[in-house]
């Protein structure tokens, strides 16, 4: 990082793979103490360390949200894993469009920017992360708040929008002599599963928020879930197993809500704020973790410290799973959602959720410690090594290559053939 050129013109798809990872970083601990600062407020009945602010306290759950979807999930999951590991896998010299790559990362930064400061303008956007009207409209917020956020989001989706265009035509038509799409790996084919309906959704997404900029309520409240859902058809060890578990009991809870009697009564109520979690915080975020647990190897040449890893997730699951769990109960009593006061019946499982979120911070502090100790004192990778067995279960090419990858990752392209052990 000593070049600050190098990385601001890089086209090179593992450094603008690093700069995802960075970015969704900063953006998912912001989100995070954004989040702490919302429990903190919930911990007891009454009025805490908002003053009664309660236009401050809808500010802190919109920027929660559209940090942790649009600028942590979505950048690290799709931008950072995407690009680090798309083209080694496919055994491709870099992106289709590198340039295109460039500025689809550097779009980010002026949006999250653009973000920020509409929490400065007046009173802040406190509309919530669908921005539905009439909240969100003129009569609400009659300054240009909800439009600093809009051109936000308008920013992030023409980023999504590049880098689905650049992933798509890279897998399609950048794949090495005998790679099929058949031989590709799962994660490979997971990317396009993605690109293809963020292709179709963002801009309606864009248009429906361009809707509520000129001031109309129309379709939009019709069209906003739809956008969403290609947020969750991503990705990946004990981390994937838990995984799939806690994205079940997301996907359960959410059956629940399928049924229009219960949903009359459940919706807009903390169900529905735990559900959702669990797909997203819980599924989403610990399968990110799943896949850096995994390919930290190759990214730093250097392999983890085991012990500091369960630590952090025995923590993490901990935390989160205390969080959240209790926020069930309190949709089930009727507890409604986005309220910064709440009566004294609520109060033990809201004290209880609040004490949840303080040990997931001590959990995500870990990770960072996992992350500071691999990529400086990590014992380095050799042939003798290589985690995961490879040299005896490895299918796929990231692991034939050194770790970390020399900055032009094939000097030649890689011939693959089928073989018994699959790739050869």
Known sequence: MTNPVRWLFSTNHKDIGTLYFIFGAIAGVMGTCFSVLIRMELARPGDQILGGNHQLYNVLITAHAFLM??????????????????????GAPDMAFPRLNNIS?????????LLLSSALVEVGSGTGWTVYPPLSGITSHSGGAVDSAISS???????????????????????GPGMTMHRSPLFVWSVPVTAFPLLLSLPVLAGAITIISFGSSVIQRCIFPFCLDPVFLDFLFGLIIWFIFLFTIGGLTGIVLANSGLDIALHDTYYVVAHFHYVLSMGAVFALFAGFHYWVGKIFGRTYPETLGQIHFWIT????????????????????????????AYAGWNALSSFGSYISV???RRFFVVVTITSS???????????????????TLEWL?????????????????????YVK
């Open 69 to 90: 979807i649009f600028f942590m999930v979505m950048p690290a999951m799709i931008g950072g894993s995407g690009n680090w590991s798309v083209p080694i896998l496919i």
């Open 105 to 113: 990362f550097w779009l980010l930064p002026p949006s999250l920017l």
């Open 153 to 175: 989001l308008h920013l992030s989706g023409v980023s999504s929008i590049l880098g689905s265009i650049n992933f798509i035509t890279t897998i399609s038509n950048m794949r």
């Open 317 to 344: 699951f901990f935390g989160v799973n205390l969080t959240l769990f209790p926020m069930h109960f309190l949709g089930l009593s009727g507890m409604p959602r986005r309220i910064p006061d709440y009566p004294d």
């Open 362 to 364: 001590v959990g995500i």
């Open 377 to 395: 004192s990590g014992n380095n990778i050799t042939r003798a090594n290589i985690p995961w067995a490879v040299e005896q279960n490895s299918t």
């Open 401 to 421: 290559v050194q770790s970390p990858p020399a900055f032009h990752t094939f000097g030649e392209l890689p011939a693959i053939k089928e073989t018994k052990s």
